[in-house]
């Protein structure tokens, strides 16, 4: 006998409960995750529509007095039936609970109470009206009065003005509604956080661009829907191919999700979408209000919009009818979940699209390593725009070696050749960026003579500095202390290196007094909108120069920007983590795309202490092909994904000996899972994780390599029968993640 989780109530506050029935034998091959079924409830047997969530061997409790199934409703596959499979797969795939992944795919919170628009409509005709005026006067109904005057006037009130403005009550509105004169008409208001935008003609596609729409049309209109990659140059017009295929697709009917990676994109990508689709277009992000992300689903739901925007979460908006999904800048960790199921959104998205017959289209000017190897294999179909659109060429590039710098006695944070293009550019009234690569250095290492992080001599990623002098490798648990002098040349200048952006912004104001000023960084963009009011006043020229970390160097299109100076280019590459050279390549190519981006010629300054690292040499030409073969030489050397695959499995506890214990058991029933044969198969670990200690819980980690990903969903579920067991006996907290984009 098989059994089935049944959920009578697909509300979240309803979530927890499940009941377990039977499977009749008849309804066996039918009965299938997400479908809806008809069940027997409560003591009166009362039938009620559930959805099935899990399905299982085991009965939980006498099987003599479990009840059955008694049909699956027939009819189309739900919004509620596709987000059941999702999460169900999401759960298989990422871990963590079925609970946990309905509440990420099911992404209402709470239903906020609608705001609705009432008005007062003047319903009664010339005699009718005339007569009750006169009525009104002779029994000195003075509130009745002043309302019919108004009406008389307008013909229609709104009904906060007349209770507000023209001080009258509640009773006296429904009196006179009730006699027939007016008529209480109520409209639900939704909030849309976007503002609308004069539309404006399309452009014209150049030739590579319409290349690229022609090859995904041309296999969406004979029913075939595959994922591609739209690889592009920086500034090569990716969006206009985005929205070029969401008009087609509209135009069939259907409706598109585009998704980007951070809310800074928001302010220009949302323009652009306006421009050529108006009303039917909504955005999602994390910051807007209860109500704002309510209202976006409902109208979405109810068919009101066709275009949804928005970073992770939009990917699960309740579309009836999805025909495209749109990845943009698909290469970024932003896409990667922090929250339990730690999902990433391109393989979420492939199976969303399957679900939903859509096609899937991921963007970027410097693809992720994976995204790249599957095009490669043929797994996508790889679309190329090699050329910059609007006949703007690529910038000149300039590599500045810091060392060189600091040995002829420039300490300052501006190189010499930075600090004179700078001054070029603002004396002609042209725009400057200065992006700050501050993206994981922390904690990290480093020579300013030679530019040499201190490294793993086993991983090849950078040590992590922790208390008390120690340099730890947070992969296989290497220690060693830090050195007083540089390993590499002997230099006394080594130790953690970093600067803000506020040191940035007052070493400009310093070097050029009275230049406007804008930072975009975590402090300047904490309210609601900061990172729309920072890039529109930029765009309106209300500053010359603009600093920034990471947030300013992705999709941002400044056409009198003419200098992008890169404060410290090198500095991602000291993060304790194995992808820290294709980070550094995909921000440097990104911040070197700002300049130039229109008639004006562009220039950039890229400033470091590794001049001759292969992943900044290659992005100073924006020369992919070079990074990807070096890159994925040593990651098949030390079988880092792409090549092979990792779990990580982190344990905390309130006691460090027992989170410690509780991981040597795990990374135990893990090596005893790996078969002898097993490609790649290791276990590394437990080590300290690179936070060793957070919120007073110890921190171990655990790693496991496959060349298979179903392998890793069954150590996965070795690691979890083991988690069951280990964190109600040792009160810890185990949490997995699969391709890890980071360190812990």
Not at 65 to 72: A, D, F, G, P, Y
Request: glycine share 8%; aromatic share 8%.
């Amino acid at each position: 006998m098989r059994y089935a989780d049944v959920i009578v109530d697909i509300s979240l506050e309803k979530l927890d409960k499940t009941y377990q029935y039977a499977i009749p034998e008849h309804l066996q091959e039918v009965v299938t995750v997400g479908a809806k079924v008809e069940v027997p409830f409560g003591g009166g047997n009362r039938k009620l529509d559930g959805y099935v969530m899990e399905l299982s061997d085991t009965p939980v409790f006498d099987p003599a007095r479990t009840k059955e199934i008694l049909s699956v409703v027939p009819g189309a596959v739900s919004l509620e039936h596709r987000s059941i499979r999702l999460a169900y797969w999401m759960k298989e795939h990422f871990g963590g609970t079925m609970n946990e992944a309905l509440k990420t795919v099911l992404p209402v919170k709470q239903e906020v109470r609608n705001v609705k628009k009432r008005t007062l409509v003047l319903n009664a005709e010339k005699e009718q009206f005339a007569k009750y005026y006169e009525l009104a006067v002779k029994r000195k109904y003075e509130a009745r009065l002043r309302l019919l005057d108004a009406l008389a006037e307008k013909k229609e009130l709104d009904y906060g003005d007349a209770v507000q403005k023209l001080k009258i009550s509640t009773t006296t509105i429904e009196a006179v509604c009730r006699d027939g004169i007016i008529t209480l008409r109520e409209e639900t208001l939704y909030r849309n956080p976007a503002k609308g935008v004069k539309q404006t003609e399309k452009p014209c596609l150049n030739t590579e661009q319409q290349e690229a729409v022609d090859r995904v049309w041309q296999e969406y209109e004979v029913g075939k829907r595959g994922t591609y990659l739209l690889f592009g140059v920086t500034g090569s017009g990716k969006t206009e191919v985005y929205l070029e295929l969401i008009e087609r697709v509209v135009k069939e009917g259907k409706q598109a999700i585009v998704l980007i990676p951070e809310i800074s994109l928001t302010f220009q990508t949302v323009r652009r979408f306006y421009e050529r689709f108006g009303e039917r277009v909504s955005v999602l992000h994390s910051r807007l209000s209860a109500g704002e992300r309510f209202d976006q689903y409902t109208r979405a739901r109810e068919g009101e919009i066709d275009v949804m925007i928005g970073p992770r979460s939009a990917l699960f908006t309740p579309f009836e009818h999805l025909g495209l999904i749109i990845m943009d800048e698909e290469q970024e960790g932003a896409y990667k979940s922090e929250g339990t199921p730690k999902y990433h959104v391109r393989e979420t998205a492939e199976y969303l699209a399957e679900l939903t017959g859509a096609s899937l289209l991921l963007g970027s000017a410097t693809p992720s390593l994976e995204a790249y190897t599957r095009a490669k294999e043929g797994t996508y179909c790889l679309l190329t725009l090699k050329h910059r659109a609007k006949e703007a060429v690529m910038p000149k590039v300039e590599i500045v070696d810091l060392r060189q710098e600091l040995a002829e006695g420039n300490r300052s944070m501006f190189s010499r050749r930075l600090k004179q293009s700078m001054e070029e550019k603002l004396q002609k009234g042209e725009q400057v960026m200065l992006f700050l690569n501050r993206r994981g250095y922390a904690g990290t290492v480093s020579c300013r003579a030679c530019g040499e992080g201190m490294k793993c001599p086993h991983c090849d990623v950078s040590l992590t500095f922790h208390k008390g002098g120690k340099l730890l490798c947070h992969y296989c648990g290497y220690e060693t202390v830090q050195p007083k002098l540089c390993p590499s040349c002997g230099s006394k200048y080594i130790g953690l290196f970093g600067t803000g952006t506020q040191k940035v912004e007052e070493a400009v104001l310093r070097e050029f007094p009275g230049v406007k000023v804008l930072r975009m960084d975590a402090d300047t963009t904490k309210n609601k909108g900061g990172h729309e009011k920072i890039a529109e006043a930029f765009a309106m020229g209300e500053a010359q120069v603009l600093i920034g970390t990471q947030m300013i160097v992705k999709g941002h299109d400044f056409p009198r920007v003419t200098l992008v100076g890169i404060i410290a280019a090198d500095l991602s590459l000291y993060a304790g983590d194995y992808r820290a050279a294709e980070r550094t390549f995909c921000l440097l190519a990104q911040a070197a795309g700002r300049a130039g981006r229109d008639k004006l010629p562009g220039e950039v300054v890229i400033q470091t202490y590794q001049p001759d690292h292969y992943s900044i040499v290659t992005a100073a030409t924006e020369d992919y092909e070079s990074f990807y073969t070096q890159e994925m030489a040593y990651r098949r050397l030390l079988r880092y994904p792409p090549v092979a695959h990792v779990l990580a499995v982190l344990v905390q506890a309130e006691e460090e000996i027992q989170a410690k214990e509780a991981a040597e058991r795990i990374a135990s029933a893990l090596q005893k899972a790996i078969k002898p044969e097993e490609r790649f198969g290791t276990v590394t670990g437990p080590v300290p994780a690179g936070l060793a200690k957070a919120n007073d819980l110890y921190r171990f980690l655990i790693y496991v390599k496959s060349a298979s990903y179903e392998r890793l969903m069954e150590f996965h579920k070795v690691a979890g029968a083991e988690k069951v067991l280990t964190e109600s006996s040792m009160k810890c907290n185990i949490q997995f993640d699969f391709n890890p984009l980071g360190g812990y």
